[in-house]
């Protein structure tokens, strides 16, 4: 499938996690308009005291607008960090796992001359807004990419490639969706697999990522864990750089 470039038009990654931003905005306002409204609650003849409110509805409301900062801006930051993370040379074979709009599929794309960068998802509206393939289509058009990459249907937990398939694995907010250790395990399991020997897996999310780390090193694996950029990202994501020797 190919797009025709368009340089007047703009990408669009979408907001991550839309439902969260926007349980956080909304319940943060909340209990900030409580707070400001009725600062003492009474019940019978007790007062409560309730100006403690304005911590967690500060909390909320500021979570929730660094989390739309990194969905606008950051992602850009974020994504050119964890491409410097290799030494690219232009030929290999690439594969984002929950690839989404396509954000590190067609970053890695732009890094290529004969190489191929694959996309990976099972496309679900709950972690990023406008989720599906003809969003990070029409995104690689736009980065001018669009006869590098290809997108196809596939569960991190059972990929359908041979084993050996790539050079570099890509992966970011996308693990800690597999909401079992055990079906976590499995995604470990797969990168492993799919991954060339000498190949380098560059994965980065903001909870589970030690599991993943001790998944690697499990299977035989090296690991290289970095700090977040907590400028760039929210929340903070770590990044676990995997090579299989
Ligand atoms: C928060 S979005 C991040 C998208 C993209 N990686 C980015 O950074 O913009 C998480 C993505 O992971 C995908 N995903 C969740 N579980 C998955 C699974 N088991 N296999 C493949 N993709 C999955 C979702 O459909 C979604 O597109």
Redesign the pocket.
Known sequence: MTNTPDSNQKTN??I??PGVIRNLFFGGLILLIIRFTFPVFRIGSTDIDITWFIWPGAIFTVESILMMVYSLYG?YKHRSRMLALIDWKGDEQVL??????G??MNGAAQKLTTGKSTG?????NE??TG?NMEEALKNAAVEEVADKVEIKN????NMGFADNSFDVIL????LH??YNKE?RAD?CKEIGRVLKQGGTAVISDFRHVKEYQRNFEHLGLQTKLFWPNYLTTFPPLRILVVKKP
Request: aromatic share 6%; with cysteine.
């Open positions: 990654y979408g991550d996690a992602k984002d796992i929950g690839t989404g709009k954000l590190l990976i998802d099972i496309w679900n972690d990023l989720n596939e569960n991190a937990m992966t970011n907010l996308c969706n597999i079906g995604a």
